[in-house]
Structure formats: structure tokens, C-alpha cells
């Protein structure tokens, strides 16, 4: 029994000092790693992710830790005087304060606060930070953190929408050549193609206002993937951040980022769609064209040909488009093939580029209003085109079939033929020669003749943008009914946006009204009990 006791107290003896050398060591974490990183990885990694953290974080990292200071508070496991104290600590840590220490805090942000407010209590505060996890806080920063940047990126969008939609009144009235295929097709104004506009940009913020509010969960409270031991009520922590309600399941809220995939995705299919517009842009003030102009100040040179003057503004807004779509690419990347549960991979690789998209995003929408602001319409140019290029040739065919009782199809034959001699012949649409159409309808067997009035009015650029009755059509009477319906979208959602913003604003000022009301009454009833 001796030797055994003797043996059992040696094995104990080695367990000690192993543990000992982990206890003693200095700044230590966990009992489990017993080395500071090493430099590469610090270097590398770690440092980095600090800063950007620092950077983008840290305010929404104060946030969540006085939201939990509350609810140790609820929960009896601190005073209200504890709480207040450790409160001000947290109004401390800045960038100034907050230094990434390989050795004492690993250059992790969490670890880096915790130990800036422990080090500087008058006394320790046990319980603070007991039953808490990294994950649950760092997707709660995560999504606080985009939604930051989504109302500053619809910011943008809402002041965007007002000079696109005077754009498309003070020229919904101006013929311009629509193109299908490349080739002009249809006469509309630039009126009617900004309110196409117009109308993207309210899809874009009713879209991202759905997803923002669906993103709006608060993951705070899941613990590190199977929620926790204590009785976190997670409900009045999603409250006190402004969220709409907790993440529901405690797996997802820390092992999911869809939301991210979400906001880049639209993000991305917003670029898909300016570029295609900026690609019009583009097109429009080729010297091929030129239906537009830009000030000099907006404009690039060449540094061979000094006749030209490059609208290079528009290239710049069409490659940034690009880095949208990679992005999201980039995001979706960073999750596919990864299991369902906290890893750094999915919450720290995948989202390294979120604020260069949003960024990027951001940029998009200021230069694009930009030229929005500035740009001018060659209607000469514009209407030369419209009256050389036959454009009314769609309307003739409707003639011949309404009016003349020619069936559809050979009445586009009809018309066809005779753009087509017309062009033979190098006559334009205002050179009149309702003969020639006279002729070619009765070898059709159809004796029709268009008086001279009628075959001009039906080839005039003015004539077919005043030709088309439908809703939604190119006719200015269409274009201001929808314009006037969009100006009235607008502003219910831009309200219902200005109300998203003044919540996240209130945020920090409700917390610290609350902290400070619930101390005194712990203190009125420590006092008066």
C-alpha cells in the first residue's frame, strides 16, 4: 500500500509540475497552450486580423460587452456598481488603450479587452466574462458590423435616386434611338431609359431592406455552438443591440454566414447591373455617337493623341463593378465544403474582404452620381439618328395592318421591302415617296397608298416617342405617371430606412441609460434592504 501511495504521489508530482509550468506562466490563456504564437503566424495572421478588427469591430465589440455587463447584472452574478465599473474600463479601450500582445492576449481583440479591463479593476470581478464564448460575440460583431454598412451604402442610395430621377424629368420629352441587339430599334428619350433607372435603384433598396432585416438576428447568447450553462435571457440581449429578434438556433448562429452570402449577392447583382448601364454610358459618348457629354474635370486624356478626350470616369465605374461579383465569389468560396459549425475559416477568412466590398460598393454609387449630376445630352446627335435610321418602320407595319386591313406578317414584309429599296435608293425617311410603298403593295395585291402627311408623321422622332400607349411605354405621358409613382416608393422607403437608422444610432446612448438606471435602482435596494 506503501509503494503504491508512494507511486501515486510521484505521478501526482509530475502532473503538478507539468500544470505548474502552465499556471506560472506569464499572461497565460488556457491550460492547454503554453507557447506565444510564433512570429510567422503572428505576423502573418494574427496582427493583421487585429487591425482590421481595431479598425472596423471594436465599436460593436463595446457594444455587445456592455450588453452583457446588463445581463450579469440581471442575473444577480454582478453588482450594479461592479457593472458600472467595469463599464467605464470598457469606455477606455481604444485604439490608443488596445495594444496586440503575442504574449499577453495574442493579438486576439477579445482576449485583448478582456485583459485591458481586468487589469485595471480595483478588485476582481470573478464572474465577469463567466460562461462566455468568442463565436456568439464575434458573429454578433459581425453582423453589427453590416449593418453599419448597409445604412451607410443605402445612405448613398437614397441621395443617388433624386438626381437620377430630375435626370429623367428634364429629358423625358428629348427622341433619342433605343438599341436592340446593337442596332437602333425603337425611338425613347433618356427620360424613359433613367427611370429604368430609377426603378433598379428602388429595387435594390427594397431588396436589402428585406435583407437587412433579415440578417437583424442576434446571434449573442448561442455560446460557442450548443448555447450556454447559464440563463441567458437572449431575447433582451438582442434588444438592447437592435436587433429584431435572437437567432434562434444556437448552431447557426455561429457556424452560418448566409447573411453574408446575401448582402454580396445583391451587392454583386447591383454591379452586374450598373455596369451594363455605364456600358450604355460608355457607348453614348463614343465619337461614334457622341449623344453625351462630361465636364473636363470628370474626363482623361491621351498622352499620344491629343485630340481626345476620354470619358474614362465610366471604365473606372464599370471595373469596380467586377470586384463585386469576385467578392461574393470570394465569400462563398470561404464556406463552400466546411462543416456547419464555428471555424475560422468560415468567420474570419470567408468575410476579409465584407468592407472592401462595401467599400467598393460605396465608391460605385458616388461616382456614378457624379456623372449623373454632370452629364449632358447632344439632342442633335440624338434625333439625327432617330430621323435617319427608319425607326418608324414597327409603326408602319401596325398601319398597314389596323388601318388597311393587311395581315400582320406580310405587312412586315411589306414595310421591310421598302426600307429596304428606300435604302437602295439612298433616300432617308424624310425624303417622302408613298408611290414607291403604292407599288409595292399591289404586287402584294393590296391597293393601298398612304397620303404624303401620313407616311412623313409616321417616320418622325417625335411621332414615335408619342406613339406608344401601354403603361410603362417610352410616350412622356407614361414615363411622368411612373416616375410619379417611383417618387412616391421612394419616399416610403427612404422613411422606412430612416427609421432603421435612427435605431442603430440610439444603440450605444439606450445602453448606458439603461446601465446607469438599473445600477441606482441596485443600489436603492441594497440600501433601503
Known amino acids: 500500500m506503501k509503494m503504491a501511495r508512494t507511486k501515486q504521489a510521484e505521478g501526482g508530482m509530475n502532473l503538478d509540475q507539468s500544470a505548474a509550468s502552465v499556471l506560472t506562466a506569464p499572461g497565460a490563456l488556457t491550460g492547454r497552450v503554453q507557447a506565444a504564437p510564433d512570429q510567422t503566424l503572428h505576423d502573418e495572421v494574427l496582427y493583421p486580423q487585429f487591425l482590421y478588427e481595431m479598425k472596423h469591430y471594436l465599436p460593436h465589440y463595446l457594444l455587445a460587452e456592455k450588453a452583457l455587463l446588463l445581463e450579469y447584472a440581471r442575473m444577480e452574478l454582478i453588482t450594479g456598481e461592479e457593472m458600472m465599473t467595469l463599464s467605464g474600463l470598457l469606455n477606455q479601450a481604444d485604439g490608443v488603450n488596445l495594444v496586440a500582445d503575442p504574449e499577453a492576449n495574442m493579438s486576439d481583440m477579445f482576449f485583448t479587452i478582456e485583459k485591458f479591463v481586468s487589469d485595471r479593476l480595483p478588485q476582481p470581478v470573478a464572474t465577469w466574462h463567466v460562461d462566455r464564448s468568442r463565436n456568439d460575440l464575434q458573429a454578433c460583431v459581425q453582423v453589427m458590423f453590416t449593418r453599419a454598412k448597409i445604412l451607410e451604402f443605402v445612405g448613398g442610395l437614397l441621395e443617388l435616386f433624386p438626381s437620377l430621377h430630375r435626370l429623367a424629368l428634364e429629358t423625358l420629352e428629348k427622341p433619342m434611338p433605343g438599341y436592340t441587339h446593337y442596332q437602333s430599334a425603337q425611338v425613347i428619350s433618356p427620360g424613359f431609359y433613367f427611370s429604368a433607372v430609377t426603378e433598379q435603384v428602388l429595387d435594390v433598396l427594397r431588396h436589402l431592406l428585406f435583407i437587412y432585416d433579415d440578417l437583424n438576428q442576434c446571434p449573442l447568447g448561442a455560446g460557442a455552438m450548443a448555447g450556454h450553462e447559464l440563463p441567458w435571457d437572449r431575447r433582451r440581449l438582442a434588444n438592447l443591440l437592435g436587433f429584431s429578434h435572437d437567432r434562434h438556433h444556437a448552431l447557426l448562429a455561429v457556424g452560418s454566414r448566409d447573411w453574408a452570402l446575401r448582402v454580396a449577392g445583391e451587392l454583386s447583382t447591383f454591379g452586374v447591373a450598373v455596369s451594363r448601364i455605364v456600358t450604355d454610358l460608355i457607348t453614348w459618348g463614343s465619337s461614334g455617337y457622341g449623344f453625351i457629354t462630361l465636364p473636363d474635370e470628370m474626363c482623361g486624356i491621351s498622352s499620344a493623341m491629343p485630340q481626345k478626350k476620354n470619358f474614362t470616369i465610366l471604365e473606372r465605374i464599370r471595373g469596380k463593378c467586377a470586384h463585386l461579383s469576385t467578392y461574393y465569389l470570394d465569400i462563398a468560396l470561404g464556406q463552400r465544403n466546411t462543416p456547419l459549425t464555428n471555424l475560422v475559416e468560415v468567420n474570419k477568412e470567408a468575410l476579409s474582404q465584407m468592407n472592401a466590398l462595401f467599400q467598393t460598393a460605396g465608391s460605385i454609387v458616388r461616382l456614378l452620381h457624379m456623372v449623373i449630376d454632370r452629364i449632358g445630352f447632344n439632342e442633335a446627335a440624338m434625333r439625327q439618328v432617330c430621323e435617319q435610321d427608319y425607326l418608324g418602320g414597327f409603326g408602319l407595319a401596325n398601319a398597314l395592318t389596323l388601318h388597311y386591313g393587311v395581315p400582320y406578317r406580310q405587312a412586315q ?117
Open 413 to 529: 414584309v411589306l414595310t421591310g421591302a421598302y426600307i429596304t429599296e428606300s435604302i437602295a435608293r439612298h433616300l432617308n425617311p424624310a425624303q417622302v415617296d408613298a408611290d414607291m410603298l403604292h407599288s409595292l403593295c399591289l404586287r402584294q395585291g393590296y391597293d393601298i397608298k398612304l397620303d404624303e402627311e401620313e407616311h412623313e408623321r409616321l417616320f418622325q422622332a417625335d411621332f414615335n416617342l408619342r406613339s406608344k400607349h401601354s403603361a410603362g411605354s417610352a410616350h412622356p405621358d407614361s414615363v411622368l405617371r411612373l416616375l410619379e409613382r417611383q417618387s412616391e416608393e421612394y419616399g416610403s422607403v427612404a422613411e422606412t430606412w430612416t427609421q432603421r437608422k435612427s435605431d442603430a444610432e440610439q444603440i450605444a446612448s439606450r445602453l448606458e441609460r439603461i446601465m446607469k438606471n438599473e445600477s441606482e435602482a441596485n443600489r436603492s435596494y441594497y440600501v433601503n434592504g
